[in-house]
């Protein structure tokens, strides 16, 4: 069974920081690339952030650029979101995805959210 098990989220005051950490179990972690998404009320789930699977070249979101910082521990079959700078508008879930390719039958897995609300 694969689980994802977000965990670091929490109310925090504009330019506070936050680090989000993401457990997995049920596969293979060091193969699969993972991204962090977010999804804030009334909104479209956004992507934010990913990383391949031996780290590397990372990529996000314009609006998180130069404040977010997307790592991975693969012993610890771990990725993280380090959260600097948070302003209002990045209140959301925050999910945890493993992304499916369907070359590598591979599943897309989610995580269940964790609620990141900024505010003063």
């Known amino acids: 069974q694969v689980q994802l098990v977000e965990s670091g989220g929490g109310l925090v005051q504009p330019g506070g920081s936050l680090r989000l950490s993401c457990v997995v179990s049920?596969?293979?972690?060091?193969?699969?690339?993972m991204n962090w998404y977010r999804q804030a009320p009334g909104r479209e789930r956004e992507l934010v952030a990913t990383?391949?699977?031996?780290?590397?070249?990372?990529n996000y979101a314009d609006s998180v650029k130069g404040r977010f910082i997307i790592s991975r521990d693969n012993a610890k079959k771990s990725v993280y979101l380090q959260m600097n700078n948070l302003k209002p508008d990045d209140t959301a879930v925050y999910y945890c995805?493993?992304?499916?390719?369907?070359?590598?039958?591979?599943?897309?897995?989610w995580g269940q959210g964790t609620q990141v609300t900024v505010s003063s």
């Open positions: 995805n493993a992304p499916g390719d369907s070359r590598r039958s591979w599943k897309d897995y």
């Open positions: 049920g596969l293979i972690f060091s193969i699969r690339p």
């Open positions: 990383i391949p699977s031996l780290g590397g070249t990372t």
